[in-house]
């Protein structure tokens, strides 16, 4: 295995250097070797150190940072002692680099064919005929679309998706002898991620070459990784085979972090909840809505975006919302707090109709409801110290000043689980998942009947979001606040939520009870979503490949119909004439579980026994990746 | 979508023209009150004003007054001078050509120097030389250009006694003697005005240099040079373009200053000597060109960030 | 900083984990200090800002007094002790004239820039959070204002009005009024579209209690920032006017008709012209540096790595 060895980290350490001088570790002596053809992952939450180490091995810090010992060596020479040439020859030649927002790492200004080649030609590694015809054979392995042509576009002229796989061209077209990824995928849908891992990995096996997997994502790295290296705080906790990180985990770190990993969403996940608060009042209710964008004209919104929309909120439950990017979920949550009043329908709050908008609603609705927002980092004003931001619902809706609105804060701060002394800090001074449970406190400070919370632990690494979730399972039981929880990620729901809400393209396809809905039969949308959760178990990628229903659309971009069933262009039963034309029916099942479909009951069981039994021989069927970012 | 920004940039154009003229109008004919007491002085007697007033038209509301003199402007028929009583269409035509002159040869001298030394100085940042030349335009940039002026003057004229210290010109020299002349102007506005666009080049590179796509180039190893050239400077390009149609913009007042300072007769100096005097209709004529004159290059600034963008040229 | 540089034991990282102890996200920020060229400059700012107040009693002649019996002295050239910046073209103490100009070039220019912050700021958060109609309304004006140079406004207004202290405060505060309007409604725009104003949307929070909490604290630095390039336009504009002889009439000394009345002096080997420029071009450039000290971008601190 030795003479195999292409890289080899050996005590790397790298500092930043703050205002006084002071040095501060960032990275403390890690040491782990690449051999030829291996993937290697560096996993760790954020300031783990681990994509300052991946980037090490470009003899590349990120300015301010400095490397302070140790080596990294190819083929045994030392890269972080070259002169400069020799580094800039590494760079793009030797090692490849893939960032993770594909979209941010493209220049707008130049074609991508340029751009691809533009390393293999600049380090003498091709003409750059031989590398214009390279990167077409790349384009073809990668499976993107008009691969003979893609190269002639801008950037902004092709989707997200397809940027991260044209990223991964522009790696290897140099045919480097390390790949390092930086969390490429994280970034993406999960039926978009899918893809791209799938195309990753192929080409990896195909070029032979050797990469780093920087992720905080155990089932990701379960996927793709041959050796695991776990990282906290810029030391190595725990490495080896990925076999004996993922089933027989050793340092307790490492469990931590496998526990905190979101489990494949199965019926039975579902939080039963029996107490006092759990009645069957509905505490909020959406009736007949249709909203959209642009102003409304004859009773319809100009870019409709939500379309009859049912659902209800009971007291005290949890309603999750799930659906892809560009389904409408947080456009949901905004009619819901009045942000956005709706083009046609109602919104109850306690059987009461509320006004569209908020500005025409009373203040003891709008203390009611309370809106958390995605991102605390922006939501949070940064001039304000925490005990104002907390403080001021207080004063505002319920008259509290001076000493009763300051033990009130401390109060609130301990339900979050913050020190009370956090009330004198600004939002710049805490951490990520700190300042969520500010954000989070600011509406708990209202004292809200429901809770409307879009994405809340979408940004959080994987621990400090479980515990964001666990705090608010917490809250719902010790407070009886009602919430609506709108996530991308099925798990997180499915873990949390009593009542989950399939949204596809502004319209809700499934609903019910979240046992109910994550039991068959399925909606054919909710399958998808269900399927392309990544498992934690090694071969699951190539499994759920030849499943049939994956093949099928899979990363096509939501598009909002006029009519018809808007997953039609995406469904592998389809039934031609019928699902384009016809809105479909409710199938309304027990327990108030809803389908929304043209198949009856029995076809769906009968096709969901089918797919079981199919794994093999399919045809890929269905364009290709049509999935847009623009805008 | 690229053509329909552009045509609207154009109708923006025309509109802000326009609105440009009714300011001009209204500052020189209805805030002064009186352009015939003006004209006059104080020892106007009631029947000479009234008679100044009719010849005016200012016996008329200040709308009609308004679209007769607009009507006037556009068929050329720039009015008469109070000082003197020559046509100003004359008086303006025998100095427009060099202010034109003077204007355009700064640009030609100014534009590619300030892009060389911008983009040098962006990529070396934190070098000595790139400390020299931020903190030295900054200096520039922050003086009056009658300093700058009046140190070329010191230095160039009564130290060194190379150039003149006046520009006069008589329209009969040789070629030498109209370079000697003019060098002293030029040197000065092109100092000015490179400053500023130095600065502004560095600033719109560096801006750029800390894009993701610009960590990405030093990944793949692209060396220095073409990471400024090809990879900052088309991102930066909107913007560049934007600073030098501004400072060319600029170069309207950096001219006033210049052709007093210097005694060039230029456009400026006439309508400086026009406030002087308080000869109003001179004043009207030279704003509207000066004016007009700097709204067409912040249009042209315009249209030229909209063509560079790759995002409105290749839709998708 | 606690001691990081030893290797934590698993039961540390657990605890850590369990304490919310999260890593920082980055490594810390930054905090705002002055250079040394930020603190000289300050001192020279602040020492001309006391001159505009002390000046007059400290200037060795009145500004008035033609003691020097020739015109353009050299220093210590003079019967009546020694004029140490020499005398003008009418036989002036140089010296007391630029300190006694401070006033009216410094304390003019502050006045307008005030003036114009007090029109711009108040017009472009306005303009900002009302938007509709309102902002349409100021921003077109104020767009057609802004498409001229400022110096042809300036001469336009005074040649229709004549030149005054007053009216030169008034033009320049205007004149200036539209860029400070300009800035401010950009930065009100971005403030509004915060996450955090429209939390205080949802709360039902009334306009002025947003302005005050939330735009304000938020538009603070950049705006005082702002001020510093603002002044120095102004300074420059009052200068130039003056320059050309319309500014601030004579007897009353101004750095910059200062320099146009000394400029023939030039040929004669006389610094008279050039004092008060310097005096000008130290409070300007200073100004200018601190500004450009407290927005120092780490924008070059990517290009340093390139190779």
């Known amino acids: 295995m030795e003479k195999d060895k292409l890289f080899e980290v050996k005590d790397l350490r790298i500092s930043a250097y703050n205002d006084e001088g002071e040095e501060i570790p960032i990275v403390k002596g890690v040491s782990f070797d690449i051999h030829k053809g291996e993937v290697v992952a560096l996993i760790g939450e954020s300031g783990s150190g681990k994509t300052t180490i991946s980037l090490a091995t470009l003899a590349y810090t990120k300015p301010g940072l400095h490397f302070t010992g140790g080596e990294c060596q190819l083929f045994g020479k030392d890269v972080l002692s070259m002169p400069p040439l020799g580094q800039r020859d590494l760079r793009g030649g030797n090692v490849a680099y893939l960032a993770q927002s594909a979209a941010a790492t493209f220049n707008p200004a130049i074609t991508i064919n340029e751009q691809v080649t533009e390393a293999a030609v600049l380090h003498g590694r091709l003409t750059q005929a031989e590398a214009n015809k390279r990167a077409i054979e790349l384009y073809h392995a990668l499976e993107l679309p008009d691969a003979d042509r893609i190269g002639y576009r801008y950037p902004h002229q092709v989707s997200g998706g397809q940027l991260q796989r044209l990223m991964a061209a522009m790696a290897l077209c140099s045919k480097p002898d390390l790949m390092v990824l930086d969390e490429p995928t994280t970034a993406l849908d999960v039926t978009t991620q899918i893809e791209v891992l799938k195309a990753f990995k192929k080409v990896i096996r195909e070029q032979n070459s050797a990469a780093i997997y920087v992720t905080h994502d155990l089932a990701v790295v379960a996927q793709v990784a041959d050796h695991i290296v776990v990282l906290y705080s810029g030391e190595v906790m725990e490495q080896g085979s990925a076999d004996q990180i993922i089933n027989n985990p050793q340092h307790a770190y490492t469990k931590r972090l496998m526990a905190a990993a979101r489990p494949k969403p199965t019926a039975g996940m579902g939080v039963q909840v029996g107490d006092e608060h759990h009645r069957e009042a509905d505490n909020m209710r959406v009736e007949d809505m249709t909203a959209g964008y642009g102003g409304i004209v004859d009773g319809e919104p100009v870019v409709p975006i939500l379309r009859d929309i049912n659902i209800s909120v009971k007291n005290g439950h949890v309603v999750g919302v799930i659906g892809e990017s560009g389904c409408g979920k947080s456009t949901l949550a905004r009619v819901m707090a009045g942000m956005l009043p709706p083009a046609r329908g109602d919104i109850l709050l306690d059987d009461k109709k509320l006004k569209g908008s908020l500005l025409d609603r009373r203040l003891d609705e709008l203390q009611k409801v309370q809106f958390v927002f995605q991102m605390a980092d922006t939501a949070l004003n940064p001039k304000q110290l925490i005990g104002n931001i907390i403080g001021r619902p207080l004063e505002f809706y319920h008259g509290l000043t001076g000493k009763e609105k300051h033990a009130k804060v401390s109060e609130i701060l301990d339900m979050v689980e ?174 108030g579980h809803q389908i929304s479909c043209h198949l009856s009951l029995e076809q769906l069981l009968e096709t969901e026994a089918e797919t079981q039994k199919i794994l093999h021989g399919f045809e890929k069927v269905g364009d290709e990746d049509q999935f847009s970012t623009a805008h | 979508m690229m053509l329909r920004m552009v045509w609207q940039r154009m109708g923006i154009g025309l509109v802000t023209l326009w609105v440009v003229s009714v300011i001009v109008f209204v500052a020189t004919s209805i805030l002064p009150g009186d352009v015939a007491q003006i004209i006059l002085g104080q020892a106007a007697t009631p029947e000479t004003l009234a008679a100044m007033r009719a010849e005016l038209g200012l016996d008329q509301p200040g709308y009609i007054r308004y679209f007769s003199w607009l009507g006037n402007m556009m068929t050329g028929d720039l009015g008469t001078s109070k000082a003197g009583g020559a046509t100003i269409s004359s008086l303006i035509g025998g100095r427009i050509g060099n202010t034109m002159m003077m204007a355009g040869l700064v640009a030609i001298i100014s534009i590619p120097i300030s892009i060389a030394l911008g983009l040098w100085a962006a990529m070396h940042p934190g070098t000595i030389l790139d400390r020299i030349v931020t903190f030295g335009t900054l200096s520039l940039i922050s003086v009056p250009e009658f300093f700058i002026a009046t140190v070329a003057v010191l230095i160039l004229a009564v130290h060194l006694h190379w150039l003149p210290s006046t520009a006069y010109m008589t329209g009969d020299e040789t070629f030498g003697q109209l370079i000697k002349a003019l060098a002293m102007p030029l040197i000065t506005l092109v100092i000015v005005v490179s400053a500023q666009m130095i600065r502004m080049t560095r600033a719109g590179i560096l801006n750029v ?108 | 900083m606690t001691e990081q540089t030893a290797s934590k034991s698993e039961a540390e990282v657990i605890a850590d984990l369990d304490a919310f102890a999260e890593l920082p996200d980055a490594p810390p920020k930054r905090k705002f200090r002055l250079t040394w060229v930020g603190y000289t400059s300050c001192a020279v700012v602040v020492f001309w800002l006391a001159i505009c107040f002390i000046g007059p009693s400290i200037a060795p002649f009145h500004e008035m007094d033609m003691d020097g019996d020739d015109s353009f002295l050299d220093a210590y050239s003079g019967e009546y002790g020694s004029f140490h910046l020499g005398t003008d073209y009418l036989g002036r103490d140089t010296l007391s004239r630029v300190l006694y100009g401070a006033r009216n070039t410094i304390g003019i220019s502050l006045a307008a820039t005030l003036i114009a912050y007090l029109i711009g700021i108040t017009l472009g958060i306005l303009a900002a959070v009302k938007g509709g109609w309102i902002d349409m309304g100021i921003s077109r004006v104020n767009d057609a204002i802004l498409a001229l140079p400022t110096i042809m406004l300036g001469l336009i207004v005074i040649a229709a009005l004549g030149s005054s202290i007053p009216i030169l405060i008034g033009t320049a505060a205007v004149i200036y009024a539209t860029s400070v309007f300009r800035i401010s409604r950009a930065l009100g725009q971005d403030i509004m579209v915060q996450d955090y104003v429209e939390v205080a949307h949802t709360r039902g929070e009334g306009i002025w209690w947003i302005i005050r909490a939330e735009v304000l604290p938020n538009a603070a630095m950049p705006l005082a920032t702002d001020f510093g390039l603002r002044l120095v336009f102004v300074v420059l504009f009052i200068s130039s006017l003056s320059f050309l002889g319309l500014g601030v009439q004579p007897p009353a000394s101004d750095w910059g008709s200062m320099v146009r009345d000394n400029l023939q002096g030039l040929t004669y080997g006389s610094w008279a012209a050039i004092w008060p420029a310097l005096a000008i071009a130290s409070f300007t450039i200073a100004i200018n540096l601190i500004v450009d000290d407290i927005s120092a971008k780490s924008g070059g601190s990517l290009a340093k790595k390139m190779v």
């Open chain 2, 209 to 316: 240099m800390s894009s993701p796509y610009i960590e990405m180039a030093i990944l793949k190893g692209v060396p220095r040079g073409r990471i400024i050239l090809r990879h900052a400077f088309f991102n930066a390009i909107g913007p560049i373009i934007n600073v030098i149609a501004l400072n060319l913009a600029y170069l309207v007042s950096g001219v006033v200053i210049v052709e007093t300072i210097f005694a060039y007769p230029g456009l400026a100096k006439l309508m400086i000597d026009g406030v002087q005097t308080r000869d109003l209709p001179l004043v009207q004529a030279c704003a509207m060109i000066f004016c007009g004159t700097y709204v067409v290059l912040i249009l042209i600034a315009d249209v030229g960030s909209i063509v560079s963008n790759p995002r409105l040229r290749s839709p998708k």
């Open chain 1, 418 to 591: 913050l020190p009370p002394a956090f009330a004198s800090r600004y939002p710049m001074e805490l951490s990520g998942g700190q300042k969520q449970r500010v954000n989070l406190a600011r509406s708990l400070a209202a004292n809200p009947e429901v809770m409307l919370c879009d994405e809340v632990t979408s940004a959080l690494d994987s621990i400090v979001g479980a515990n964001v979730i666990k705090l608010l399972t917490g809250l719902r039981d010790k407070t009886g606040v009602s919430f609506v929880f709108i996530s991308h990620d099925l798990s997180t729901v499915a873990s949390f939520a009593d009542e989950i809400v399939v949204l596809y393209a502004g319209r809700v396809v499934e609903q019910g009870p979240t046992d109910e809905v994550l039991e068959p039969p399925f909606h054919p949308y909710t399958r998808l979503l269900i399927s392309s959760v990544p498992e934690m178990r090694i071969g699951w990628l190539e499994d759920t490949m030849q499943k049939r229903e994956m093949a099928v659309g899979i990363a096509r971009g939501v598009e909002i119909t006029r009519q018809g069933c808007p997953f039609y262009n995406r469904c592998p039963l389809a039934i031609e004439g019928t699902c384009e034309v016809k809105i479909p029916a409710i199938l309304e099942l027990e327990k």
